[in-house]
């Protein structure tokens, strides 16, 4: 059976963030964390997705400094990763690269947690990916460090 192009590309990106990352210095928290009202987030998608993208923020402050990750809290990215992904693949331009890469840096916890193998440095760019969505879905483009392509 063939695997879907979504899965080839989490595994390409986790084995490039498990060898980019291996010798970084994982335990400084490396984003903000806000947790703004879900009506502070933009109209459409952003409103829509908002709780999704508040617990991807709320488990990743939970993931700890690797090896094992707390089975509820693995759950909890489950969900809120599964919920996000068909939104974010209809979402407007404006908001789809800081949304797309929300999604893939939650997958890569996921993968890594599965098998066994979780890395500090993933979880850093999840709370990174986490800080930028919630800057553009509340504050606009222009306020995320997500490039627009």
Do not use: H, W
């Not at 707390?70 to 996000?84: C, H, I, R, S, Y």
């Not at 949304?99 to 979780?118: F, P």
């Not at 930028?132 to 879905?137: E, L």
């Amino acid at each position: 059976m063939r695997a879907p192009a979504s899965y080839l590309l989490l595994l390409c990106a986790a084995a490039l963030v498990g060898c980019s990352n291996s010798n970084s210095n994982s335990s400084t928290p490396t984003a903000r964390f806000s947790q703004p009202p879900v009506t502070a987030f933009a109209e459409g998608t952003c409103r829509t997705v908002a709780s999704d993208i508040l617990s991807l923020g709320s488990s990743a402050r939970r993931l700890g400094n690797g090896g094992e990750v707390d089975p509820a809290v693995l759950t909890e990215l489950e969900q809120a990763q599964g919920n996000l992904r068909p939104l974010v693949e209809a979402a407007e331009p404006t908001y789809k690269p800081a949304l797309d890469k929300l999604v893939i840096a939650a997958g890569l916890v996921r993968l890594q947690a599965r098998v066994g193998n979780y890395q500090a440095a993933t979880g850093d760019n999840l709370k990174k990916t986490y800080a930028a969505a919630v800057d553009v879905c509340t504050k606009g483009p222009s306020s995320s460090a997500t490039p627009t392509p």
